[in-house]
């Protein structure tokens, strides 16, 4: 079958560093999406890798190894409006998107 | 610029009636999609199109029915509610594979 893993919470500190990890199995794959969702509304895109690596872009980084299954957000300097949910999806052969469940990030001052 | 727009926002059902969720997007995408999202649970795919005239089901497409008549609407039909179908439900477009979808602000449907 086809499964995403992401931590279902984690809380980090204003001005901080934290990264989200996101692992997956699926059938085939062709790239792989990070998307913020506050509370009561609609996720929106923040990344999009198909190569291994990182991209950055601006306090979003975001990593990929194809042959771990395995990819991170990494966010820095955290703001408290960083407080949301990130979802972790990947594009499978169908190029269909699978999608994780999502990791509730709590930022305290 | 409006992007993707859902309505209603919100909707209680009876057990047995049946409704319409309209989507329009004015972005010209080609890709919509209709997911739902239960609390606890990851996006699921209930049914998806790549053009006017195309639909497909996606994972979960049981009790659910969409049309796709021009590219900029994709309603999603729900025949004879039942609680299970309580959900967030949201649509999205995309110009295609491989790139980021715009979702709209979602349905928040309660079937009792």
């Known amino acids: 079958g086809q499964n995403i893993d992401q931590p279902t919470e984690m809380t980090a500190t204003e001005g901080a560093i934290v990264q989200i990890n996101c692992t997956y199995q699926t059938s085939g794959f062709n790239g792989l999406f990070w998307y913020q969702q506050h509370a009561g509304e609609a996720p929106t895109f923040l990344s999009y890798n198909v190569l291994d690596g990182l991209e950055e872009k601006g306090r979003f980084s975001s990593f990929l190894s194809r042959s771990k299954g395995y990819s991170y957000l990494l966010l820095k300097e955290l703001q408290m409006k960083d407080s949301a949910s990130y979802l972790c999806?990947?594009?499978?052969?169908?190029?269909?998107?699978?999608w994780g469940a999502g990791t509730k990030l709590i930022i305290k001052p | 610029n409006a992007g993707v727009t859902q309505t209603p926002k919100f909707r209680i059902l009876k057990i047995g009636q049946s409704m319409t969720l309209q989507c329009a997007q004015d972005?010209?995408?080609?890709?919509m999609y209709w997911y739902r999202q239960d609390p606890g649970m990851g996006l699921k795919l209930i049914y998806y199109s790549v053009g006017a005239g195309i639909t497909d089901k996606g994972e979960v497409p049981n009790g659910y029915n969409v049309s796709r008549s021009t590219t900029e609407d994709f309603p999603l039909r729900l025949e004879l509610a039942a609680p299970s179908q309580t959900s967030v439900y949201f649509c999205?477009?995309?110009?295609?594979?491989?790139?980021?979808?715009?979702f709209g602000q979602g349905t928040r449907l309660t079937v009792v």
């Open positions: 999806a990947v594009e499978d052969s169908n190029y269909q998107l699978i």
């Open positions: 972005m010209n995408h080609n890709y």
């Open positions: 999205a477009s995309s110009p295609r594979e491989n790139t980021e979808a715009f």
